[in-house]
Nanobody, 119 residues
Framework: QVQLVESGGGLVQPGGSLRLACAAS????????MGWYRQAPGKQRELVAR???????NYADAVKGRFTISRDNAKNTVYLQMNSLKPEDTGVYYC?????????????WGQGTSVTVSS
């Protein structure tokens, strides 16, 4: 079973930075589509950033230019570098793996790490 363990969340002031990490087990991140989602209080979970097996990345409009997704194949870990953080970036951040089976996308989730942006 896929295991995704996030770390790196915390409390940060507006304008600050955090780097989230997602350590994967039972899968190889370099050949999977890996992503970061977030869920703010009272809102639906939304995609923040995604990286595919060929290294292509895409970002939510709200984080473009501020967040960067990357992976370290040797450590089998995916990262989310978050700069210029805003209060609206607050939420629980989840690492994900998306797998397409018979035309259906199956997403595996980590347990989440909480990010709070506040002064």
């Amino acid at each position: 079973q896929v295991q995704l363990v996030e770390s790196g969340g915390g409390l940060v002031q507006p304008g600050g930075s955090l780097r989230l990490a997602c350590a994967a087990s039972k899968i190889i991140v370099s050949i999977n589509t890996m992503g970061w989602y977030r869920q703010a209080p009272g809102k639906q979970r939304e995609l923040v950033a995604r990286i595919t097996s060929d290294g292509s990345t895409n970002y939510a409009d709200a984080v473009k230019g501020r967040f960067t997704i990357s992976r370290d194949n040797a450590k089998n870990t995916v990262y989310l570098q978050m700069n210029s953080l805003k209060p609206e970036d607050t939420g629980v951040y989840y690492c994900s793996r998306a797998l397409t089976r018979a035309g259906t996308v199956v997403i595996s989730w980590g347990q989440g790490t909480s990010v709070t942006v506040s002064s």
